[in-house]
């Protein structure tokens, strides 16, 4: 492992050596970046398997989870087991090894290395793969990573690197914030390349990034496929194209018969732990919806976990809400599914907006009733002051507070 570690510790800031019980998996909590990595690259160094964990997770899913980690057993070591959203309930690990991970690596720097990218700015919680994959990729092209707050001019500009040989990953209310700050929107319009994931990006933000002149690249990945697995390329995007692009060198995808899109990776995860029904690995099936345009450009429509069945007729949320975004007055907006005792369930729709004053949930239904059939259209509307998220931008909940 001292050859996958020695490229970690030079693209890194100067790490302390870290004192880590030297058997069993190492269990991850820290939420600083440097102790963070402190301690992932000396558990490498020691050859042993690393479980990450996000640290304000409830103390019963931390304790569960620990314990899940310490049972670890498959055959595979060491291995980096990294979790999935847990925002409907008790997480999961993927299971990755060195290989998938330096594969992730290899097929975004080879087509980084087409745009003069080597190194990157990170953002986002190390405990999630798209605070992970970052540093690796940067390991992987010999180039640096700098950790900075993405609401701080001062952190993100003080850079050992310039700013357009640099990625910077972010999720699309970290985007928005950024878009609405001078100082911070000229970050942006300075790097050479700005990944958006971890949620849907509403056509708004999108457009008002293209006006900006934002390198955006819109991408599609997942903690299965080791982060990113499409990519638009941000050349494109200026240009005036949508979706979220093409597989990256050694990736490729193609349709299940339901639309749910199926990835073929070297940087696929191994399975689950625990382990689950069968596996399939190659390809892998995943439960977002898409769909291939003409250029084989991958569009997502939204996830089959998501989609609301109301009297028989499939609903998908994200078709919803993009809708309600283009009436150009929804700041956000959330579409979801209750119980109903005679549809089975039914559309719901919560939203926040700028404006305020009466009329505004009914001016959304009529314009609603344009766009969507009529059994997609929610039969509650209802203006709130905030939408929650988590940390990755992946809405969690609703609330009228």
Not at 63 to 90: C, E, H, K, M
Not at 231 to 240: E, K, N, T
Request: proline share 7%.
């Amino acid at each position: 492992m001292e050859q996958f570690a020695r490229p970690l510790r030079a693209t890194l800031p100067p790490l302390v050596k870290a004192s880590i019980p030297d058997s069993g998996p190492l269990i991850l909590t820290q939420a600083n970046p440097l102790d963070f990595w402190s301690q992932f690259v000396t558990a490498l160094e020691q050859g042993q398997s690393i479980a990450v964990l996000n640290p304000e997770w409830p103390r019963e899913w931390l304790d569960q989870l620990r314990d899940t980690a310490s049972n670890f057993d498959t055959g595979y070591n060491p291995v980096f087991l990294i979790p999935t959203s847990g925002s409907s309930g008790l997480p999961k690990f993927c299971i990755h090894n060195p290989d998938t991970i330096q594969a992730a690596a290899e097929s975004f720097n080879n087509h980084a290395a087409t745009k003069n990218i080597r190194h990157n700015i990170n953002v986002l919680p190390q405990y999630h793969v798209g605070g992970m994959i970052p540093i690796f990729r940067s390991a992987s092209s010999g180039g640096k990573t700098h950790f900075a707050d993405y609401r701080d001019v001062v952190t993100i500009k003080d850079t050992p690197f310039a700013l357009e040989e640099a990625s910077l990953s972010l999720v699309p209310t970290q985007l928005r914030r950024m878009l609405g700050d001078s100082s911070l929107c000229g970050i942006l319009q300075s790097m050479g390349m700005v990944l958006i994931g971890g949620a849907a990006c509403g056509e708004d933000l999108l457009l008002e990034a293209r006006k900006r002149g934002i390198r955006l690249a819109p991408c599609y990945g997942s903690t299965e496929t080791a982060a990113l697995v499409t990519l638009l390329d941000p050349d494109a995007f200026l240009d005036g194209a949508f979706g979220v692009g093409k597989p990256l060198p050694g990736a490729s995808i193609s349709l299940a018969e339901d639309a749910r899109v199926l990835v073929s990776s070297e940087a696929n995860c191994l399975g689950y732990w625990p382990a689950g029904p069968k596996f399939n690995r190659d390809p892998l099936l995943t439960n977002d919806i898409g769909k291939l345009d003409s250029s084989g450009s991958l569009h997502i429509l939204g996830r089959a976990d998501r989609v609301i069945i109301t009297g028989g007729e499939k609903v998908i949320p994200e078709v919803v809400e993009a809708a309600a975004q283009a009436s150009g007055f929804v700041q956000d907006v959330y579409c979801f599914g209750s119980p109903d005792p005679n549809w089975g369930m039914q559309v719901e729709l919560k939203f926040t907006s700028i404006r305020k004053g009466p009329g505004l949930e009914a001016r959304l239904e009529a314009w609603l009733k344009d766009w969507i059939p009529p059994y997609a259209v929610p039969k509650s509307i209802v203006q709130v002051e905030t939408i929650l998220t988590n940390d990755m931008g992946k809405r969690i909940q609703s609330s009228d507070s």
